[in-house]
């Protein structure tokens, strides 16, 4: 624990990050439509939105700590008083951007996907039962074509 403070309040963050979006997948795929645990729509739905603010404080934390540092390296290097070693920004700091980018906009998504499910009712489809398709080994043994469908099935008719 000999290190700096900011050093040790980046690294604060990012766990912070990594234990909210591990929370926030949870909570994701709990409020999922396709999952059959967490209750009715409306309480998936409540729960989903839950999980698009966690994303988002998860993004955030991770979007302050990787600030936060690239802020101290780059006042670090333009310091002409500054004598130890001068470091670079790197590209764990851009995939750490980029990260942080695209966890606060899937909160944003999950966050939206509230509104579609209030007071919409699940659209019905209808059967319209199976067609007949005449392959091509039914053959049609009249010179006058006949209206009626095919009496014959075969594999092709269901496709």
């Known amino acids: 624990l000999f290190l700096t403070g900011y050093i040790q309040a980046c690294?604060?963050?990012?766990i912070s990050a990594v234990c909210l979006g591990f929370?926030?997948?949870?909570?994701?795929?709990?409020?999922?439509?396709?999952?059959?645990?967490?209750?009715?729509d409306q309480t998936k739905a409540k729960i989903a939105c839950l999980a698009g603010l966690i994303f988002i404080l998860s993004g955030l934390c991770s979007m302050t700590s990787c600030s936060l540092y690239a802020n101290r390296i780059t006042s670090e290097f333009f310091d002409p008083?500054?004598?130890?070693?001068?470091y670079e920004l790197g590209a764990a700091l851009f995939i750490g951007w980029a990260g942080a980018s695209?966890?606060?906009i899937g909160?944003?998504?999950?966050?939206?996907?509230?509104?579609?499910?209030?007071?919409?009712?699940?659209?019905?489809y209808a059967y319209n039962g199976a067609t007949s398709v005449m392959s091509s080994?039914?053959?049609?043994?009249?010179?006058?074509?006949?209206?009626?469908?095919?009496k014959h099935f075969d594999k092709?008719?269901?496709?």
């Open 137 to 150: 080994r039914t053959k049609v043994h009249n010179s006058v074509p006949d209206k009626t469908p095919p």
């Open 107 to 124: 909160g944003i998504i999950f966050c939206f996907s509230i509104g579609e499910n209030s007071n919409s009712a699940r659209r019905g």
């Open 156 to 159: 092709n008719a269901y496709v």
């Open 81 to 86: 008083s500054f004598v130890a070693q001068k």
């Open 11 to 14: 690294r604060g963050l990012m």
């Open 102 to 104: 695209l966890c606060i």
């Open 23 to 40: 929370f926030g997948a949870v909570f994701g795929l709990v409020g999922m439509k396709c999952t059959k645990v967490g209750g009715s």
